[in-house]
């Protein structure tokens, strides 16, 4: 029996985790739930699942969650603190980093130094901090486990496999906007940019592979999670997402991981490393997909991919720049505040104007991330 924690349990991933979990009684049990905001569904889960303790990161809802669970045994804590004391529970054997953005970075740190694996969905800590990420993981023995779909890919693909890796490819499916040109991005809207063709994610992630900053993001998690050149990895676009990635070997054999696209098989398998287990997913048919079919990515119209190869190159602190940056003008533009295309803009002179650190420190990161978000809000406000 597997002790889990789910940072994030309210979200996309946590959700279906918690599903995996359901269907799985036998082999795992969750000690821990958190969620920023969503009380309701907080409580609902905890009830559900009778975790030992439960977190809201919104303080303001301390109270409800604390008056819902007054009939339990259940330990209710509040504020975003809250988090990194959790992920220390003596029993848990993994943390879910489920949760989204710069703020599952303190967390993943204090569980991977209490030894915990980390099932991580959170892809933006390996984006701020991938080299002391990796570096602490192999200090304290912890296993990352990628939950995302196409390193969760590469991850399979390499079970087993003691060659080298010659390159990777990571899959696209190219968003709601493949094919799209400037002047049609210019013009979209937040509801147009939430209409993922395959996935159903949240809202930040949505847009991230609505403008490629997802699978910008994505090559910067595959140089840390495998230990590669940013010359190994290229993204191509796969519209049908039924191939989740692909490893090429020294000798040029490629082994590719495939199913229909559901979160469920990723998250599963994280969890259940180095086991597969039964499910009742819905399996693959040949014949639903006579054609899988495969595109360059258009990095010139789709710009945040071609910064986050130039963060990837640079390293230091610049991705921990993008990173900040990101996440400043995704909430702007599901905000309504500025275009589509401004958003590459602003993390684009973000990446010029900030100050660059080769080798940053953990508290470097923080500092960085700060600024960033400080100078990006200027940028949008003059916009
Ligand atoms: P979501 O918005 O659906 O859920 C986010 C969860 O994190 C919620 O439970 C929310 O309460 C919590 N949260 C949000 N902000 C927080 C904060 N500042 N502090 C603490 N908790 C906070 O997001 P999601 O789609 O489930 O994505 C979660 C992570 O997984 C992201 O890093 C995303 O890139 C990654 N991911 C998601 C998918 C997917 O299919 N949804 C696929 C691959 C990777
Ligand atoms: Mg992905």
């Given at each position: 029996m597997k002790n889990i924690a789910i940072l994030g349990s309210t979200g996309s991933i946590g959700t279906q985790a918690l599903e995996v979990i359901e269907a799985n009684p036998a082999l795992f049990q969750v000690s821990v739930l958190t969620a920023q905001s969503n009380v309701d569904l907080l409580i609902a889960q905890a009830l559900k699942f009778s975790p030992k303790i439960v977190v809201i990161g919104d303080e303001s809802k301390y109270q409800i969650l604390?008056?819902?669970?007054?009939?339990?045994s259940i330990e209710v804590k509040a504020g975003i603190e809250a988090l990194v004391e959790v992920v220390v529970l003596p029993e848990l054997e993994t943390v879910l980093t489920a949760l989204v953005g710069f703020a599952g970075l303190k967390p993943t740190i204090a569980a991977i130094k209490a030894g915990k694996h980390i099932a991580l969905a959170n892809k933006e800590t390996l984006v701020v901090a991938g080299e002391l990420i990796t570096a602490l993981a192999k200090q304290?023995?912890?296993?990352?486990?990628?939950?995302?779909?196409?390193?969760?890919?590469?991850?399979?693909?390499?079970?087993?496999?003691?060659?080298?890796?010659?390159?990777?490819?990571?899959?696209?499916?190219?968003?709601?906007?493949?094919?799209?040109?400037?002047?049609?991005?210019?013009e979209v809207t937040k509801q147009q940019a939430l209409r993922h063709p395959n996935w159903v994610m949240g809202a930040k992630i949505t847009i991230d592979s609505?403008?490629?900053?997802?699978?910008?993001?994505?090559?910067?998690?595959?140089?840390?999670?495998?230990?590669?050149?940013?010359?190994?990895?290229?993204v191509i676009v796969h519209p049908q997402s039924i191939i989740h990635s692909i490893v090429q070997f020294e000798d040029g054999s490629m082994k590719a991981q495939m199913g229909l696209?559901?979160?469920?098989?990723?998250?599963?398998?994280?969890?259940?490393?180095?086991?597969?287990?039964?499910?009742?997913?819905?399996?693959?048919?040949?014949?639903?997909?006579?054609?899988?079919?495969?595109?360059?990515?258009?990095?010139?119209?789709?710009?945040?991919?071609?910064?986050a190869f130039?963060?990837?190159?640079?390293?230091?602190?610049?991705p921990c720049i993008v990173n900040a940056a990101n996440e400043v003008v995704v909430a702007e533009f599901l905000n309504?505040?500025?275009?589509?295309?401004?958003?590459?803009?602003?993390?684009?002179?973000?990446?010029?104007?900030?100050?660059?650190?080769?080798?940053?420190?953990?508290?470097?990161?923080?500092?960085?991330?700060?600024?960033?978000?400080?100078?990006?809000?200027?940028?949008?406000?003059n916009i």
């Open positions: 604390k008056a819902a669970l007054k009939i339990t304290y023995n912890v296993n990352i486990l990628p939950v995302d779909s196409e390193h969760s890919a590469i991850f399979q693909c390499l079970t087993g496999e003691i060659n080298p890796i010659e390159k990777i490819y990571l899959t696209a499916s190219g968003g709601p906007f493949r094919g799209k040109n400037i002047e049609f991005l210019s609505a403008s490629l900053m997802n699978k910008g993001l994505e090559v910067i998690e595959a140089k840390w999670l495998f230990n590669l050149d940013v010359k190994q990895i290229d696209p559901d979160m469920k098989l990723p998250i599963q398998y994280a969890l259940a490393y180095p086991n597969r287990i039964k499910n009742d997913l819905k399996r693959f048919n040949f014949l639903d997909y006579p054609s899988l079919t495969f595109e360059q990515a258009d990095m010139k119209t789709f710009r945040n991919l071609a910064l130039v963060a990837l190159e640079k390293a230091g602190n610049m309504e505040r500025i275009g589509f295309l401004q958003m590459s803009e602003v993390i684009e002179t973000c990446m010029a104007k900030l100050d660059f650190m080769k080798t940053p420190s953990f508290e470097d990161y923080f500092e960085t991330d700060k600024q960033t978000r400080i100078f990006a809000k200027q940028l949008v406000t």
